[in-house]
């Protein structure tokens, strides 16, 4: 993949990040929806594809998006001025713990958070910071979710299996939080789960679940995933 990627209404360049555009961001982008969206948060949002994807989604919507690698954030940003959106968009350099404080609340709250919890550590520093947390990081992250959510609002994530079942069970009743829906996410049909997207709230509803699996066969897409991501990819 080459350091400019195309989608149908605007163009990212990701040539300075270390985590580029893949499977997991753009599900996470392609997916995630709720109602009455005027402000939205993407964080960790790298090279920003998953903000462009949701300011597409919901036109006039203000969109921030927090980034702790300064180059990273810096990408982002150059990404969102060359945007045809007319949305408020914004990078806010940091961790998100440093916008604990601020008094904006969002309707939606989106994460393809780093996931390779007890993981071999990448030796490559800024790829380190981008791939790995451990327990506390998610404790921290479900805490300042609760915080920042409307009462209506939801909060999106994307992460492996084992560590979602961890989540809902641990994480959310400390934070009166409840699990939603969910898409539980294959490589293929006949294969184990790899991934669930998790949609939170505060209001206890009744829980949606469904399954995409990526491909139809090797090499070849399935209608599921091309319809999530019909909207914004120029092949689908």
Sequence with gaps: MGSVFKFKQFVVDQGNCAMKINTDGVLLGGWATEANVSAVLDIGTGTGVIALML??????????????????????????????????????????????????????????????TNALHNPDARKKLARHADAPFFEKLIAFVAAKLNDNGSFHCIVPTELADWMVATLLPMHQLFLQAELEIRSFAEEPVIRKILKIGKEEKRLQQDGLAIYAERGVYSEAYKTVLKPFFLAF
Aim: charged letters at 20%; proline letters at 6%; a negative charge.
């Design 55 to 116: 300011a597409q989604r919901y036109p006039g919507a203000a969109v921030d998006a927090i980034e702790i690698d300064e180059v990273a954030a810096q990408q982002a940003a150059y990404n969102f001025e060359v945007a045809p959106f007319t949305n408020s968009m914004q990078v806010l350099e940091g961790s998100f713990e440093a916008y604990q404080d601020s008094d904006t609340r969002y309707d939606l709250i989106v994460s393809n958070p780093p996931f390779y």
